[in-house]
């Protein structure tokens, strides 16, 4: 990462795309289940790396990259969360939603992901973004308590309480799922 780290701030072009190629989707997921919009997590994506090539002077140690990603794309996430934009007016067809991102993958992945994660996916969305927040951290960023308290600049025992009451509301919407079945 070191080698990486120094060729972004000699501003070549190659180690961004390298950079791109390493963390994309990993941010792109998080911002995702962040912002329950794709489309929105899109220019999360673009803002971040942007954001990542002209600011790479300011990170300090080259280990602590993968960690200054994640928390600038939770920082854009909180941003866009905050401010008003027009699309909000508008409704969007999930159908045409799911097409377009479809189109741009392996069909015959993105439907096995889909039918496989789309009812965890859903409940997930429907939190909180507080709990969303650190569930999204923890399960698929794979970040310790210690890690995600150091990203949120909160307390460990209120990720630990946001952990366990995001579960505890995932678990209570998975069950009723099944009570309903």
Do not use: P
């Not at 969303?132 to 310790?144: C, N, P, Q």
């Amino acid at each position: 990462m070191e080698e990486l780290v120094e060729r972004l701030k000699q501003k070549e072009e190659a180690a961004l795309r390298e950079l791109m190629a390493i963390y994309s989707n990993e941010c792109y997921r998080l911002a995702y289940l962040l912002l329950k919009d794709r489309y929105e997590a899109d220019d999360v994506i673009q803002d971040l790396f942007i954001t990542a090539y002209t600011k790479i002077h300011s990170l300090q140690d080259a280990q602590k990259l993968k960690s200054w990603l994640i928390s600038i794309t939770m920082n854009l996430c909180r941003k866009r969360q905050n401010r008003w934009s027009f699309r909000h007016i508008f409704l969007k067809s999930k159908a045409e939603d799911e097409v377009q991102w479809a189109a741009s993958e392996d069909v015959e992945t993105v439907v096995l992901s889909v039918e496989a994660n789309e009812e965890l996916a859903s409940h997930i969305l429907a939190l909180d973004y507080r709990y969303r927040e650190v569930i999204s951290l923890y399960y698929f960023a794979e970040y310790s308590i210690k890690e995600i308290s150091s990203l949120l600049q909160a307390n460990e025992n209120t990720v630990k309480s946001h952990l366990a009451r995001g579960r505890k509301l995932l678990k209570e919407r998975l069950e009723g799922m099944r009570d309903e079945q």
